[in-house]
């Protein structure tokens, strides 16, 4: 197999965006635009990869450069077409010979197969691999010419097409395919003799053409090459992303009762036998284990919940949050940074945070985790076994020792030992009678004051 090298468009203006953030900085999924493209390439095995951009992008290149370093950042200036912004890479890939897939920063589903797919035709000796889809309304798309042996005859523009082209339906997607050496020979060639005065990258099919070399078209599903140039389409892409998040892992063995009100991640795992209730967001980092349940109205970042735990209703877990195996973490309870231990629960409202909970505890409504001191986070340890009473407020940093108990209502600064009973509240005091004489004292008062 050849070396492979991506080179990612993503000079574009986005103005339609209407966002001071670049275009290819919205998110999908969780996840820039930018960022799928990249993992796309990586996923593919491209060992190197090189994003064209404006030169005003200044906060586009700082997140390039810190994925991919300084040399993957290529200027377009000033911007002059497709074939232009490729040209840009050149200098960035000099030395390189083996195979580039032209990719976008602003088309974040494309399958990693697709790609394989044109990756494997320049294998085979084809010498120009176009990705395309057919299209529900072909429209301004350009249309993919083929002939009867399934080879790529021309790219034309709708506006240049005949009524015969226009009724094909098998459209560009921009992908490209072509090994390094032909792709920038093949762009030296292309010149700007059309109505834009622009360079474009589908010219150098008919290049290639030219030269003898075989030209063939990757299909793929129309969703699949979204590009997003509004907030409209970025939600278009979101959801088309979410419905087929949901149905892999439908297909998995995960059960959703109401699957249209379950959010997702690009990285979110979710294993076989888990069971997700209406309402349920996960933001990155998530990772829940076989058997979990995760109830209504959750929402997880960042998290681990092991075999068996159930989570919510009305859950939150920050990143860090690391739920043991059979462990209840039940509804308005917030937990952050803190490993609760196998079968260990906190069943409502809580905050944990900055903590580790040993197996077994129980942790009662109302338990607060006193983490922050308006400078730095402290930790809480409680122990296995232990309990904690409602209302209670754990000032870290403390321990709280195993099997120990913490009378309802304490506010615990110092360490429990093991087994022991802790109270940290003021004593009860009980005055006879004094309620009777306190009404009778105010009546007369509020006498007074009508009179």
Same mark, same amino acid.
């Given at each position: 197999m050849s070396e492979r090298a991506a080179i990612i468009l993503a000079a574009g203006q986005g103005t339609r965006m209407k966002s001071s953030l670049p275009k290819v900085l919205h998110p999908v999924g969780g996840q820039s635009m930018i960022d799928w493209s990249i993992q796309l390439a990586r996923r593919v095995g491209c060992e190197k990869i090189i994003t064209v951009v404006s030169p005003n992008s200044d906060a586009l290149k700082s997140h390039v450069t810190a994925?991919?370093?300084d040399s993957a950042i290529a200027i377009q200036d000033p911007p002059l077409g497709t074939g232009h912004a490729v040209r840009a890479a050149e200098a960035a890939l000099s030395g390189f010979t083996g195979d580039v897939i032209v990719l976008y920063g602003d088309t974040p589903l494309i399958p990693s197969t697709a790609v394989e797919a044109l990756f494997g035709e320049l294998e085979q000796g084809t010498g120009v691999g176009v990705l395309g889809f057919h299209a529900r309304e072909p429209g301004a798309y350009g249309r993919l010419v083929t002939n009867?042996?399934?080879?790529?005859?021309?790219?034309?523009e709708a506006k240049d097409a005949s009524p015969e082209q226009l009724k094909i339906d098998i459209c560009n997607s921009g992908v490209m395919a072509v090994r390094s050496d032909? !792709?920038?020979?093949?762009?030296?060639?292309?010149?700007?003799?059309n109505k834009k005065g622009e360079y474009y990258l589908t010219d150098i099919v008919g290049l290639a053409r030219d030269e003898g070399a075989t030209c063939k078209v990757v299909t793929c599903q129309e969703a699949d090459v979204m590009g997003v140039n509004s907030r409209v389409e970025l939600a278009v892409a979101e959801a088309a992303f979410q419905s087929r998040r949901r149905q892999e892992l439908l297909e998995s063995g995960v059960t959703m009762t109401a699957p249209d009100t379950v959010f997702l991640a690009h990285d979110t795992i979710i294993e076989n036998d888990v069971v997700i209730e209406p309402h349920v967001v996960f933001a990155p980092g998530v990772h829940?284990?076989?058997?979990?349940?995760?109830?209504?109205f959750s929402h997880l970042e960042g998290a681990?919940?092991?075999?068996?735990?159930? &989570?919510?209703?009305?859950?939150? !877990?920050?990143?860090?949050?690391? &739920?043991?195996e059979g462990a209840r973490i039940g509804n308005f309870v917030e937990v952050k940074k803190t490993r609760v231990g196998k079968g260990a629960k906190a069943?409502?409202?809580a905050y944990l945070g900055d903590g580790e909970v040993g197996a077994n505890a129980n942790l009662g409504a109302g338990t607060i985790f006193c983490n922050y001191d308006g400078f730095l986070k402290y930790t809480t340890r409680i122990g296995e076994g232990a309990f904690v009473g409602s209302n209670s407020a754990l000032v870290a940093p403390v321990s709280i020792g195993k099997g120990a108990y913490?009378?309802?209502?304490?506010?615990?600064?110092?360490?429990?030992?093991?087994?022991?009973?802790? &109270?940290?509240?003021?004593?009860?005091?009980?005055k006879a009678g004094w309620a009777a004489h306190f009404r009778v004292e105010m009546a007369e008062k509020k006498k007074q004051t009508q009179t």
């Open positions: 994925a991919l370093g009867g042996n399934d080879e790529l005859e021309a790219i034309v032909r !792709l920038f020979r093949l762009l030296s060639r292309v010149t700007n003799d829940v284990r076989s058997g979990a349940v995760i109830r209504a681990i919940v092991d075999e068996g735990a159930q &989570i919510g209703p009305y859950a939150r !877990l920050r990143p860090g949050a690391r &739920i043991g069943n409502h409202l913490v009378g309802s209502g304490s506010v615990i600064t110092e360490d429990v030992s093991a087994d022991a009973l802790a &109270i940290g509240r003021g004593r009860q005091v009980e």
